[in-house]
């Protein structure tokens, strides 16, 4: 199986935030931004795959500071790191004051997901050529994280006792 770019899995998904998409101070729900990021972040997965993909996890989710109703919400997202079956995706929020024309980095996590085959069970996908010093930046931490995701599964099922 051919390795694949980072940059062949970015993804770029806008919204407008409506009155819907928040409570009652006008602060849009942390719930709106990770279906978001997950939509994107999927894009991204199922794009290096070439697989359908499903969420396995949601990493470290870092709300900076609040969304407003009224601002453009703009989600980025890439793969970062491929195991054997699954991919770590980085994801961004960018929300932007039309008005003022101010753009925020408001929050961003990371994302693993699982691609499947056509019966629905987990299969390969293609490793990641990282080039660039941040490519590289981004996979080495990746990759870390991911060791210590399988760490914690281990010891959550009790295989690592």
């Not at 602060?27 to 795959?49: E, M, P, Q, Y």
């Not at 470290?60 to 969304?67: G, L, Q, R, Y």
């Not at 453009?72 to 980085?90: D, H, K, P, Q």
Request: charged content about 30%; proline content about 6%.
């Amino acid at each position: 199986m051919p390795a694949r770019h980072p940059r062949e899995s970015e993804a770029v998904m806008s919204e407008l935030m409506m009155p819907q998409h928040a409570n009652v101070m006008g602060n849009v729900f942390g719930g709106v931004i990770l279906s978001l990021v997950d939509r994107v972040a999927a894009v991204a997965a199922i794009r290096h795959a070439r697989k359908p993909c499903v969420t396995v996890s949601v990493d470290k989710v870092d709300f900076k500071e609040p969304i407003h109703v009224g601002e453009i919400l703009t989600a980025f997202a890439r793969v970062n790191f491929a195991g054997r079956t699954s991919m770590e995706v980085g994801g961004k929020i960018i929300a932007e004051n039309v008005r003022w024309g101010e753009k925020r980095h408001t929050n961003w996590c990371y994302v693993t997901y699982v691609a499947l085959d056509e019966k629905g069970v987990p299969t390969d996908v293609p490793p990641i050529v990282p080039e660039t010093p941040d490519e590289k930046r981004r996979y080495d931490r990746a990759a870390k994280r991911r060791a210590s995701r399988v760490m914690d599964r281990r010891y959550d099922t009790g295989a690592g006792e």
